[in-house]
């Protein structure tokens, strides 16, 4: 970066104990570093041991990009600590890539997602293909189940009412389109500063902070177009660190996505749709030959009695829509 300019786009990633991940996120980048002035920030919310090493990775001058480390000392929270890095990044920047901590970064991701900004002013955010651990196709009838249960659906980057959505981002087999549009992004995508200034990530959600990027986007999609542009794209390694257990992950997700349907949307039918897309979790749990089958349906129905009790933070404080998109500041 030329001395005398300011930089115009950050990377922001924040990471908590993942030390090695982390390593191999910043050598991707390092590899393949985007062209325009930028800067990259770590926002660290890890314990002492991890976060001494994390230091140790960040501070060494790397010639390719500007490095900043920002220990986070709050309660963890991947929404708060993207939020402390918005807070604290220069005046000059125009453009957010956010970033997750156990990704691979390919040849001209940054260049991608930048381009589309700068050239499209209806453009809120971009993200790129995501490419994932290889995992098997849903069947036919698989999908038909989703979908009657509105789990999901056919139209990719689609927000449905019951809190599930549908990915606009993942890799398509000899998919030849071009730029697509979506309702939605996931977390690593990219954002124009403007809107970040008034559309902030929940800091009501704590820990991995599950749907953050959905509600951040879709409430972003009411105000400006989300695109995916396949020539960005990264390799999501899917670290098993700090990730929930089976049970743990289905009685969040239940808990998040009601939360997110009673913050988004109006009326009795979501409600609805949200209880009935349960039933069909909890069917394809049950009958799924998952090791993790018991823990997995344990986990739902502790989450079902969470939402019928309210007894949890993000549903006793949850205000009813009212309309407004913008979300917390």
């Not at 990730?243 to 949307?265: C, G, I, M, S, T």
Request: aromatic fraction near 6%.
């Amino acid at each position: 970066m030329a001395e005398d300019r300011a930089p115009s786009e950050a990377i922001v990633i924040c990471t908590r104990n993942r030390p090695g991940e982390l390593r191999r996120t910043l050598m991707s980048i390092a590899e393949h570093p985007p062209s325009q002035d930028a800067v990259l920030v770590v926002v660290d919310a890890s314990d002492p041991q991890a976060r001494a090493r994390n230091r140790q990775t960040v501070d060494p001058p790397r010639p390719s990009i500007p490095c900043a480390y920002w220990p986070y000392g709050d309660t963890p929270s991947s929404s708060r600590q993207r939020n402390y890095a918005l807070e604290r990044l220069p005046e000059s920047i125009e453009i957010v890539h956010f970033l997750d901590d156990d990704v691979t970064v390919h040849a001209d991701y940054f260049e991608a997602l930048s381009a589309v900004l700068r050239t499209e002013s209806d453009v809120g955010g971009v993200g790129g293909i995501v490419l994932e651990p290889s995992t098997d196709a849903p069947s036919a009838r698989s999908e038909r189940l989703q979908s009657l249960f509105f789990l999901s659906c056919a139209e990719d980057g689609h927000v449905l009412p019951s809190g599930s959505a549908t990915s606009a981002q993942q890799s398509i087999p000899n998919d030849t389109s071009s730029r697509r549009n979506t309702e939605w992004l996931n977390g690593c995508s990219s954002y124009r500063r403007s809107l970040l200034n008034r559309h902030r990530f929940d800091e009501a959600l704590t820990g991995s902070s599950m749907l953050e990027d959905l509600d951040l986007s879709y409430r972003i999609h009411r105000r400006a177009r989300l695109v995916v542009e396949p020539e960005a794209r990264l390799t999501h390694r899917r670290s098993a660190r700090n990730r929930p257990d089976a049970e743990q992950y289905n009685r969040v997700l239940a808990v998040h996505r009601r939360w997110f349907v009673e913050k988004h949307f109006d009326g009795v039918a979501p409600r609805l749709a949200y209880w009935w897309s349960l039933v069909g979790r909890l069917l394809a749990i049950t009958a799924s030959s998952a090791p993790h089958r018991t823990a997995a349906r344990r986990g739902l129905l502790r989450g079902l009695r969470t939402v019928l009790t309210r007894s949890h933070p993000l549903l006793s404080d949850c205000p009813p829509h009212t309309g407004s998109a913008s979300g917390p500041s």
